[in-house]
C-alpha cells in the first residue's frame, strides 16, 4: 500500500502527515511519499520526512500508485490527475460547502473520506479532527483577544496601582469554549461561561468560571445528541437574551463559539448589546464563517463597532500550523491503524462500519453518503 501525503495550496498552512506519523505508516508496511516542501508552513523539513522514511517528489510522482492520498484541505479535483481509480482521499473536504468537489472525485474514482463527518462515538475520539482543531481554535481565541485588548488580562499589584483583572464570557462550551475558559483563566481572567446543554454547567465550574444559565425554561437536557445542540425554544432564545443583555454589559471579553450542526450559527449579541460594552472590549466570533453568534462581525476582519473590536475569527488552527498539524496528523494516523488490515497490509473499509459510513462520501464513482444526498 503506497500512502501519498500532499503540499497543501493556498491559505492552508497545516500538512496531513508528521515524521511521527511517518513512520508508523512505514512500520504497518505501507510506502510513504511526501509532496516536496509539504511540511515548509508547519516547520517540517523535507529532510525530517525523509528521516522518518518517506520518499519526496513531486506532485505526480507522489499521486502515481498511491491507495491513499492524505491531505488536509480537500485539492482542486483538477490538482489529482494522475491518481489511480480507487485511491482513497482522506481529509477535511468540507463536503457541504464543495459538494461540486465531492462530484469530481466521485467523477475521477476517487474514494472520498470527509473526516470531519467523523461520529462522535468513543471509539472515533482519537480520530476526531474537529475535536483537535477547534482545541487549538479555542486557545488561539484567547490569546488573539488578548494581543487586541488594550488592557492587561491578570489582576497586577504594583507600586503604581492596582490593574485590575479582565473580566472574560465564553458562550458555547463545546470543545473551543472549554478550551477558551481556561485559557483566559490561565491568563488570569475572571472567566464565567453559558451553553444551552446542561451538561456544561457543571465543566464550566470545574474549570473554576461561574456558569451562567437561564434558569426555568427548558433549553436542552444533558449533553444533547452526539453532544451536539439543537435549536432552542423561542422562549428559551428571549430568557437568554435578556440573561445575556445584563451580563454583557459588564464584560471586557467575549468569546463566542456556539454552533448548530447543519444550521446557521445562532445569533446570541446583537448590536445593541455590542454598544452597552466598555469602548475597547473585544468580542471573538468563532462562528464568524458559519454565519456568526454577533451581529456585525465579518469574517476573516477585524471590525470596531460603539469602540468594540469584533473579530470574525476563522480557521484559527491554520495560525498553530505545527500543532495543528501534529494533532490533525495523528487523527489521520489512528483513522488507518483502526482500520489496517495486517495480514494483507492495507487498508480495508467495511461498509457497515458506522465510522466508514460516516466519512465515507464517493465510492465506484458516486455519491454514496446519506448526509450529502439529502443535501441535494
Ligand atoms: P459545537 O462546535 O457543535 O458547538 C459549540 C457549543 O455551542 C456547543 O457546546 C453547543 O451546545 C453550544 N451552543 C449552541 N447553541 C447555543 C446557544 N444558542 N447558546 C449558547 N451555546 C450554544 O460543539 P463541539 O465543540 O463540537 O462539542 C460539543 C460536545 O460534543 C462537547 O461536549 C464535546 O465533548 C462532545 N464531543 C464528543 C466527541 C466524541 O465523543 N467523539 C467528539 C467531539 C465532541
Known sequence: ???????????????????????????????????????????????????????????????????????????????????????????????????????????????????????????????????????????????????????????????????????????????????????????????????????????IASLGAKPIFVEGVAGIEGEGQGGYASETSAEYQAAQAELVSGHIAKQDIVITTALIPGRPAPRLISDAQVATMRPGSVIVDLAAEAGGNVEGCVAGENVERHGVTIIGAVQLARTLPADASALFARNLANFLIAFWDGEKAALVLPDDDEIVSGVRLTKGGSIVNDRLKTAQ
Open 1 to 203: 500500500m503506497k500512502i501519498a501525503i500532499l503540499k497543501e495550496s493556498g491559505a492552508e498552512t497545516r500538512v496531513a502527515a508528521i515524521p511521527e506519523t511517518v513512520k508508523k505508516f512505514a512500520g504497518l508496511g505501507a510506502t510513504v511519499a511526501v509532496e516536496k516542501g509539504a511540511g515548509e508552513r508547519a516547520s517540517i523539513a523535507d529532510s525530517e520526512f525523509e528521516a522518518a522514511g518517506a520518499a519526496i517528489g513531486r506532485r505526480a510522482d507522489v499521486l502515481k500508485d498511491a491507495d491513499a492520498i492524505l491531505c488536509v484541505a480537500g485539492p482542486e479535483p483538477a490538482s489529482l490527475k494522475g491518481a489511480k481509480t480507487g485511491a482513497l482521499l482522506i481529509g477535511a473536504l468540507d463536503p457541504t460547502r464543495r459538494g461540486d468537489d465531492v462530484a469530481a472525485y466521485a467523477k475521477a474514482g476517487i474514494e472520498a473520506l470527509a473526516m470531519e463527518w467523523m461520529p462522535r462515538i468513543t471509539r472515533a475520539q482519537s480520530m476526531d479532527i474537529l475535536s483537535s482543531q477547534s482545541n487549538l481554535a479555542g486557545y488561539k481565541a484567547v490569546v488573539d483577544a488578548a494581543s487586541v485588548y488594550g488592557r492587561a488580562f491578570p489582576m497586577m499589584m504594583t507600586a503604581a496601582g492596582t490593574v485590575h483583572p479582565a473580566k472574560a464570557f465564553v458562550m458555547g462550551v463545546g470543545v473551543a469554549g472549554l478550551q477558551a475558559i481556561a485559557t483566559a483563566r490561565r491568563l488570569g481572567a475572571q472567566v464565567s461561561a453559558t451553553d444551552v446543554r446542561s451538561a456544561t454547567k457543571e465543566q
